[in-house]
């Protein structure tokens, strides 16, 4: 059988510790199965070849199944022109992938609970939701304007869009996610004031309808944002539109507490797919042995489980993680009294050995 294609994308700083250690957990679980293309992309690239985006890394991550990335950027890059900087190959990959569903899971792990900054009655009832945020339309990408009023005045319009296709396919991807956990969707709109929202209730409504046994559930975004905190047990997969999403997926990762933990994943049609780990590239550690590679690690486990289909050796990933935090082991980002403090390397090993 032909090995799976992922390209790899390193990147800056503590990316490359936390991509090695990923490839390495990915080689356990399932051996000799995939074929790894390393690539360079962000500031690596742009000392290399003078751009953050050479068309080769493009082409070599549009040819692959799926594409994993540790974290790009730097001081060293700060200065550049806006085309020259790393994030811009982070928004070329993201485009020249098309992928259109950003999936950021909350989960507390019950260990790290200590971590949350909710009170202790709302965290140990327990924490693990799904965000699916659209990607590709909204505010963030309808026509934005600056002009003057007839009476000479500054004023400024940004456009927010969308068509029925868009919410459609972001709606099955809600869906089919919620027929494989809880069951419950709760799509989060502000119905009460914009049009775009009303369409996107209509079509949300309607996908609802070919998937029976899931409950749906509607909120305006500024009580969701208040329900994330007040009741977050009771949310099994939210589906909204790219800026609600954008602002709750960060609140969702407070809630959560270290920002070393959290994967991502971002889906096209098919089973294309972009995982990153939510944090950036961590210059103030990067070379010392400190990065926590968890977040990362998990990319690897919604990778197998989204572009995949390789649910079991998913679970097998999430749990050795589970099991290293119930030990008490814990990298510095985590450390509390009382546990046990490893090194980032020593973080992959123990994950590995519980494989
Ligand atoms: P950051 O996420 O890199 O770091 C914020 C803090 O969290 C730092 O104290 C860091 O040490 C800590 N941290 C982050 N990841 C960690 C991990 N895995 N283990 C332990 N501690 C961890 O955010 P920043 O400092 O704002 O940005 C640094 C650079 O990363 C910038 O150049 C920024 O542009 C870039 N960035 C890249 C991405 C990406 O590649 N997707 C995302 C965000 C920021």
Redesign the pocket.
């Known amino acids: 059988m032909s090995k799976k294609n992922v390209a790899v994308i390193p ?5 490359p510790e ?1 991509i090695g250690a990923t490839l390495k957990v990915l080689e356990k679980v399932a051996p000799n199965t995939f074929e790894f293309h390393e690539v360079a992309m ?1 500031g690596n690239a742009i000392d290399k070849y003078g751009e953050p985006l050479p068309a080769e890394s493009l082409k070599i991550c549009q040819n692959a199944e799926a594409t994993l ?7 060293k ?2 200065n550049q022109p806006p085309e020259k900087r ?2 811009r190959g ?1 928004l070329g990959v993201r485009s020249g992938l098309e992928v259109f569903a950003n999936i950021r899971p909350a989960k507390i792990f019950a260990p790290l609970a200590s971590a949350c900054p909710l009170r202790k009655d709302i965290a140990e009832k327990g924490i693990d939701f799904i965000i699916v945020r659209e990607l590709t339309g909204g505010i963030y990408f309808g026509k934005h304007e600056a002009f003057k009023t007839p009476e000479g005045e500054r004023a400024a319009r940004d456009v927010m869009e969308y068509s029925e296709h868009e919410i459609r396919r972001i709606a099955h991807v809600a869906f089919k996610m919620a027929m494989g956990r809880r069951k419950i969707v709760t799509s989060i709109d502000k119905a009460n004031i914009l049009t775009s929202s009303r369409l996107w209730r209509e079509i949300v409504e309607e996908v609802a309808k070919e998937y029976p046994e899931v409950k749906l559930n509607h909120l305006y975004v500024d009580n969701a944002s208040m329900q994330l905190i007040r009741v977050p047990s009771e949310f099994d997969v939210i589906v909204t539109e790219n800026t609600f999403g954008d602002i709750l997926s960060d609140e969702a990762s407070q809630i959560i507490g270290s ?2 933990m959290i994967p991502s994943a971002s889906l096209g049609e098919g089973n294309r797919g972009f995982y ?10 990067a070379g010392q042995n ?7 690690i998990l990319c690897g486990a919604m990778m197998l489980r989204y572009s995949f289909n390789m649910n079991a050796e998913a679970d097998k990933i999430e749990n050795a993680v589970d099991e290293v935090l119930k030990a008490g082991l814990r ?3 985590i450390y509390t009294e009382g546990t046990k403090l490893i090194t ?1 390397s020593q973080m992959r090993d123990e994950i590995i050995s519980r494989l």
């Open positions: 990147g800056d700083g503590i990316g936390v962000g990335l540790g974290a790009v950027g730097g001081p890059w700060d790393p994030e982070l920002i070393g990153e780990p939510i944090h950036g590239s961590a210059p103030d550690i400190k990065a926590n590679p968890i977040g990362t990298t510095p980002d980032g």
